[in-house]
């Protein structure tokens, strides 16, 4: 297997190198701008509203969940959910996938996967697949294997979790979570917007990923969609996922440093910087072969791809090639 990736990681390699002092730098520069948006801001309020109406027709953060985040994908708890969401416009919305519209608009976001999402995914075919994908974002994933004809149940924060935020001394843990959920609120948003729009079939639960609903059933294929990085215990939130996936695994992660050996089994803590709250780690596929491997995945592919990204999430620039890893783990028959 490594002779077979070898070729294409000292490719995928080369050309991550010639942008990765912009990575470095847009790395910094968003936690730059949410730290100083943070700060102007004035204290949050003990409760976010989801937008999408008025208050009193929204969905709160922190919330009750149902009794143990159970029966979220029952059909008329999936018509609640909607329903909270029902008058979210375009400016209640926050794209972190450009997306495209039925009406033929384009609506532009930090990260382009159109037309690459199978790429991204490692090329495998999910058609007549139960997924399950953990951090959809605005849905792009969802809605591309929606169309290639999997049963898709997105799994994301929310009711009374928040994501997980590195601790930093003199930062006040609770208004950071409120400005992060202020954000995500409105990159959840624009997942029903697109839902909306797209008469969509799929499904979302809200929960711990490190302890997810008993009720979710069993999946065929499980995606990590670049969230790992983000997560305080990486290996958890996949042993949860493993309990529940019946046949694959697919890990995508950016390439975050390509001068290191993708084969190590390697995790760097913070490598982001003091500064910048929600990277956790810089993880090489070497490390996630080894934690899918023990999870009991061991046939095992990786590959590399580039995506548009725009650097510090500024779209008046022009994006560039992002360098992404995918690891497929599938459990042998």
Known sequence: MRENVSGARREAGHMAR????????????????????????????SVVFLRGGDKEGGAPWPAFPPRGYLGQLEPAFQAQLASERANVELEDCSFYHTVSLSNGDVVQGPWDLRGAESAYLGNINVAGDRVL??????????????????????FDIGFDVCADILPKPGVDEREQQMSFMCMVSQVQNSWWYSHKDRGSRAKVAYGNIYDMPGDLGTFDTSVFGAILLHLRDPFLALQQAAARTSRRIVVTDALQDPTLNGDDNLLRFASAGFDNLTIWW????????????????DRLTTTYSNHLHYLAHDMTKEPVEMAMFTVVGERSP
């Open 133 to 154: 994908e953990l951090g959809p974002a605005s849905g792009a994933l969802t809605y591309y294997m929606e169309d290639e004809g999997a049963e898709v149940v997105s």
């Open 18 to 45: 010639v942008i990765r002092r912009r990575v470095l730098h847009d790395v910094k520069a968003v936690a730059n701008t949410w730290a100083r948006a943070t700060t102007r801001a004035p204290t949050p309020a």
């Open 282 to 297: 810089t993880l090489t596929p070497g490390t996630i072969q080894r934690m899918l491997r023990h999870l009991g995945f």
